[in-house]
């Protein structure tokens, strides 16, 4: 059988010189999931937080900036090669209360009781064992912590993924395929059935649905086809990547509103509280 954390190490190894190439230089170019996700989770000064899954640096930068100072951040991820983008980020703005490591959520170095929340921004889809993930979070939450678990909605409410996606199917000649894995944990009341399957006193759902108003049309599609179709758009040839971006700016237009295209975003939060 294939070692899953194996795998997920080569999958992000391979796909990070794109997210690194792409990510921000310092606060997040989207940071409104981040402030959600710490308002709901009550994260406040003095408190110390584990970001799981943290790659470049979100929501961990946004935490720090939040701390002002007061706590302190561990940001753990799979690859060294995104950690080592998120410590630039974090340096690029000042922090110094963001430490990293490099570590598989299913198995952490850490003692029990030592956190005070854990957060983990679309990472809980890719654990084969995800209960089992969440239990590890148990372990290292102080008694009375609580997790914080972003994932997708449903592909189908989320445009930022299937407008591009259908596009470029449609351009290609070629089927849209299966719904992306990223959307394997959409549907409201996974979240809570593995909290509670881990252990959790309390489990909740919320969802984050808001609107991401893109400045730089052109950029914001450059972005998503480095990060997810870089090998489709290099079988192109000059002609072809025009027409292709012709094709992609025209799928957006429904999406204008006043003037500046408005891209929905759905994306869901479980918390889960450790017994105290």
Known sequence: MEDQNQVGREHWK?????????????????DTLNQMLMKLAGIVPGER??????GTGDPAISIGLALGG???ITACDLTPEMLAKARDRSMNVGLDVISFTAADMTSLAFADNSFDCVTCRFGLMFPEDKVAAAREVLRVLKPGGRVGYIVWG??????????????????????????????SLGQPGQLSEILNAAGFSKATEHEMRYKRPVDD???????ALIRGYSET????????RDALMDTLRAAFEPYREDGLVM??????????????
């Open 14 to 30: 391979g796909r990070s010189s794109s997210w690194t190439a792409t990510a921000a230089q310092g606060l997040s170019t989207d």
């Open 49 to 54: 937080v584990l970001d799981l899954g943290s």
């Open 70 to 72: 007061n706590g302190a």
């Open 154 to 183: 449903p592909y189908d409410e989320n445009p930022p993924f299937f407008v591009i996606r259908r596009a470029i199917a449609e351009a290609m000649g070629q089927e849209e395929g299966a719904v992306p894995h990223r959307h």
């Open 217 to 223: 049309l052109d950029d914001y599609i450059n972005r």
């Open 233 to 240: 758009v290099d079988k192109l040839d000059d002609e072809g």
């Open 263 to 276: 891209m929905p975003n759905y994306a869901r939060l479980g918390l889960g509280w450790k017994p105290a």
